[in-house]
């Protein structure tokens, strides 16, 4: 199965939880059209078109960078403007009382189209989707969400934690597959030549990358507050990134706990973590799934025990002393928490085959709606096992 092989083949839009209207209300609603570019960057370019903070422009949710994807966002007291940039549209769709916000995004609808499957994997396929449709999906975070901060070498989250301030800002300026052409160069110079900062600081690609070598410069053992200059916004995501690594962990550990091994199946995961695929459930099992949550690990969550011993036994092999010493103490890194359901139901999920006409492959068409934070890539995963 091959995905994301055209843009095109991952359309994803949000839901909000309301319509705007024409009538003039305090927030100015416009919806977004981007391809192939991450969301942050498309708000920071709109906050530069538009001469306002970057932190007057709310959104509900960040999208895939290879995709096609509509989302909406909202600043308070904005005008009916609209234009068309390299990878992006930007249009006034009318008035809300409120902004676009997490609160306000109710999920997203995703067509997306998986290539060159065979034959065998199809009717596996096929025989999984009819089982996830009637028993849904564990809604692990796939590793768009985790893989982005950790470049196969720790997360920056962990070493803030740990005080490894060092660690953490080496990481951040490790080469990473997600960065473009541009910024990769950037971070192999700074590898090559790490602790010269007075080479690198003209060449750093942003402000804050341009800051933090700046501060490194006259302050050599200066890596917390370095930390400081860090984009508020990549901070959030570093922290979020690392709290989802731990939410599959707890959740595999939570499942291996209740449901019976026979009924498990492996499923191959970049990251190395062990995750799972349920096979057929009797129909106890699957409401009892279907009413848990797992919350998202933060200071200050008070836990049931087995969550909570979970969660200890987790935290201690990562080096960390239990939930309370996950602080970051760095302005922007802040660890919130809400509840994941561990099993999640596809809401008007269908599919369809198409032959590629060549070597007997077949792509597969899948439309589904999804509440928001879940992954239709996870999904699309546990039907191939």
Not at 90 to 99: Q, R, V
Not at 176 to 188: A, G
């Amino acid at each position: 199965m091959k995905l994301k092989a055209r843009t095109e083949d991952f359309i994803v839009e949000e839901i909000l939880t309301f319509q705007t209207i024409h009538k003039k209300r305090d927030f100015a609603v416009y919806r977004i059209v981007k391809r192939n570019t991450n969301t942050l960057d498309v708000l920071a370019d709109i906050a530069k078109r538009l001469h306002i903070s970057r932190r007057t422009v709310s959104y509900g949710g960040l999208k895939d960078k290879h995709s096609l994807a509509i989302q909406y966002v909202s600043i308070k007291g904005g005008k009916p403007f609209q234009y068309v940039a390299k990878n992006y549209s930007f249009e006034f769709i009318g008035y809300s009382d409120i902004p676009v916000d997490k609160a306000s995004l109710l999920g997203n609808r995703f067509t997306v189209t998986a290539r060159e499957i065979s034959s065998i994997e199809k009717n596996r396929i096929e025989q999984n989707l009819q089982m996830i449709k009637k028993q849904g999906f564990i809604n692990y975070f796939d590793e768009q969400r985790i893989s982005s901060a950790r470049h196969g070498k720790g997360y920056v989250a962990q070493k803030i934690i740990r005080k490894e301030f060092a660690l953490a800002v080496r990481l951040l300026f490790e080469v990473s597959s997600h960065d473009n052409s541009q910024i990769r160069k950037f971070r192999k110079y700074v590898s090559d030549n790490w602790g010269k900062w007075e080479k690198c600081i003209e060449c750093a690609p942003s402000n804050w990358e341009k800051e933090v070598l700046k501060h490194l410069a006259t302050n050599r053992s200066g890596w917390r507050h370095a930390l400081e200059f860090v984009d508020k916004d990549l901070l959030f995501l570093l922290g979020t990134a690392y709290q989802s690594f731990l939410w599959n962990k707890a959740a595999s550990e939570f499942l291996a706990d209740i449901v019976p091994v026979e009924l498990l199946k492996e499923l191959p995961f970049k990251q190395g973590e062990r995750i799972f695929v349920l096979k057929k459930l009797d129909s106890s099992l699957l409401q009892k799934l279907r009413v848990i949550e797992i919350p998202l690990p933060s200071p200050s969550l008070r836990l049931n025990e087995h969550i909570g011993d979970i969660y200890d036994r987790i935290l201690r092999a990562e080096g960390i002393d239990g939930m309370q010493a996950m602080r970051s103490r760095i302005g922007g890194m802040v660890f919130k928490s809400n509840r994941r359901q561990i099993l999640i139901m596809p809401k008007n999920l269908l599919w369809r085959w198409e032959s590629e006409h060549s070597d007997n492959r077949t792509s597969l068409n899948v439309s589904v709606s999804l509440p928001k934070g879940s992954y239709v890539t996870m999904l699309l995963r546990q039907s191939r096992v």
